[in-house]
């Protein structure tokens, strides 16, 4: 059922009443990471896991809202969204570190904890694929659109959903819903088993709840005809076989996507505003590395899912044919991942200026080839890209969760990059060679600009007894070399007297030495506070600044949260950026 529009009066009383709130967090809300209690280890399981006796209410996609709502409902209505300008606008579901810990929504897996180049192309797969070989029976059909798709059940009891390219494109859409689920998969979200397979049409076999509906709009039982019909519309390989992607069915029941927007209420689990979970705003930057403009509610879907004893709503990314330069069930154009399907900015700028400057895309090319589609990294801008239409999420992202989602694109290197583009069997090798060039180009870009948005050191650890040891991510990269970069440091005391302990030093090393005059600082500061017990007095911040060769200022501070124990062991235990 939809809602009523707000009348005036209830208009002003809800920005009223946001005013106040506003007001409210404005004098009690801070900046800054969330921290695990002082001395304790970082919080890397965020248990949201807890049984579920009854599975949450079912949701049914519905593009036409979701479309609507997110392009010109949801940007006015956040406008008036005061909270989120007075008080701070970082993400609620990270730990002290700034990371985003194992969720049912999220698991590190490539960036904190390297796969090896067989789990990168292995991604969710079991290797359970259709038997391609045997008959596959097939339980629900689907006509709509220009490519159709049917699900299957084959010998072994699986069910598939089958996918086909469209048919003046062979490859296009089955390749990119494979490339993306790899990556996605290795990035840490949850996606579903997707192959490409080649099976032979005579194996297919009609169900007899198979259902068809007619141009009528009228169910009816599928018969050969239909199937003919269907198949005459999709490529045929030589030997006869055909290509296509086999998804296969997720374990539990489903209950429809999940909001980018809003908790799912009837999930006592579900605790943060999804807009407000660093894993689905830094999603944005992957998306854009990946150019799945169609990043959407629609695009998710929910799992009610049984493990043992205990049942929860886990939730995954689903339907990535429309990445790379697939649109799915066409080519994607030169605009696609530049404006948004109905974009204020540019219509208005191009009514004032009637057209005559065009666009920065208009001359922009790709590779001239049907498995391709349009996908070109020349005119790609890591700041200004754009999915189909808003996402509300996207919306909110901060640098810091871009940083955080620009780290995990730079995890992978241009030689595994090559590596999953090669799983998806494109028969020319061009092909192959240009779309994994094109995401190098793209990766390189978005290391580049997200980086210079934070000051980009990470990994901060205790590699001896007062030795601080941290990786410069951009020159991890190969963004920047080791010998342009320089680092100054400084120790505070932020226990219960506050003050400077040792100002900005320079080095030229990723390694950070607490000399034991500075040690001795520290004791003497903890003893000063008067309760040497109190972990909170035991806190130290150690400040550093980077310049390059090209810089004439020291970039952005980070601060790393330093824990002196009374063992005289140092532990970091957070880390702000500024």
């Known amino acids: 059922m939809s809602k009523r529009p707000r009348s005036s009066l209830e208009s002003c009383i809800l920005f009223g009443i946001r005013t106040a709130v506003a007001i409210a967090l404005f004098s009690i809300i801070g ?20 049984h579920v006796p009854q599975p949450p209410k079912m949701r049914s996609p519905n593009y036409g809202w979701d479309f609507s709502h997110r392009t010109f409902i949801y940007p006015v209505d956040r406008l008036t969204d005061l909270p989120r300008y007075f008080g701070s606008n970082e993400a609620q579901n990270i730990n002290a570190l700034g990371e985003v810990p194992d969720s049912s929504w999220y ?71 494979v490339i993306s689920t790899l990556f996605f998969y290795a990035a840490g979200y949850n996606t579903p088993e997707n192959y490409i397979v080649h099976f032979d049409p005579n194996n297919l076999v009609i169900g007899e709840g198979a259902k068809i509906t007619d141009d009528k709009g009228k169910k009816r039982q599928m018969n050969e005809a239909d199937l003919k019909e269907i198949l005459a519309r999709v490529s045929h390989r030589p030997d006869g076989k055909i290509r296509a992607l086999a998804s296969k069915y997720l374990d539990g029941k489903p209950i429809g996507p999940f909001s980018y927007r809003s908790r799912r209420k009837d999930d006592p689990n579900d605790i943060y505003m999804h807009r407000d979970r660093r894993e689905l705003r830094g999603l944005k930057v992957i998306a854009s590395f990946l150019n799945h403009v169609d990043a959407k509610g629609p695009n998710t879907l929910d799992m009610y899912i049984t493990e043992g004893e205990k049942s929860y709503v886990k939730h995954y990314l689903i339907d990535f044919g429309a990445t790379l330069g697939s649109g799915s069930t066409h080519t994607h154009n030169a605009a696609t991942g530049h404006e948004y399907a109905f974009d204020t900015y540019w219509l208005a700028k191009s009514f004032v200026t009637l057209g005559v400057l065009g666009k920065p895309w208009d001359r922009s ?107 410069d991510m951009a020159v991890v990269a190969g963004l920047e070399k080791t010998e342009d970069a320089k680092y100054r440091w400084k120790l505070d005391y932020i226990g219960k007297e506050k003050g400077t302990l040792a100002d900005y030093a320079e080095i030229t090393s990723t390694r950070i030495v607490f000399p034991p005059n500075i040690v001795e600082e520290m004791k003497k500061a903890i003893l000063w506070s008067g309760q040497p017990d109190d972990p909170s007095n035991r806190v130290f911040s150690v400040s550093i600044e980077t310049k390059r060769a090209d810089q004439s200022k020291w970039c952005k501070n980070v601060y790393i949260n330093v824990y002196y124990s009374p063992e005289g062991k140092f532990k970091v235990i957070g880390v702000e950026r500024e």
Not at 31 to 50: E, L
Request: charged fraction near 30%; aromatic fraction near 12%.
């Open 31 to 50: 900046c800054g990471a969330s921290h695990s209690p002082i001395g304790q280890d970082i919080m890397w399981v965020d248990d949201d896991q807890y």
């Open 107 to 177: 698991t590190n897996r490539h960036a904190r904890k390297q796969m090896t180049s067989e789990e990168l192309v292995m991604g969710p797969n079991t290797g359970i694929c259709p038997d391609c070989e045997g008959s596959w029976t097939i339980i629900k059909s689907k006509t709509q659109g220009v490519t159709p798709g049917f699900n299957i059940r084959d010998q072994k009891g699986n069910v598939y959903v089958i996918k086909f390219d469209p048919i003046d494109h062979p490859e296009m859409a089955t390749a990119a819903e």
């Open 365 to 471: 090319r790709t590779m001239e080839h049907p498995a391709i589609g349009f996908f070109e990294a020349e005119t790609f801008h890591p700041g200004k890209w754009k999915q189909s239409y808003p996402n509300p999420a996207f919306m909110e992202m901060t640098d810091r969760d871009a940083y955080w989602g620009a780290r995990i694109v730079m995890e992978f290197t241009p030689e595994e990059i090559r590596k999953i583009v090669e799983q998806v069997q494109y028969s020319d090798p061009e092909v192959e060679r240009y779309i994994a060039d094109t995401l190098i180009k793209r990766r390189e870009k978005i290391g580049r600009y997200w980086y210079s948005k934070v000051n980009p050191l990470d990994r901060f650890r205790f590699v001896d007894k007062s030795v601080l040891s941290f990786d």
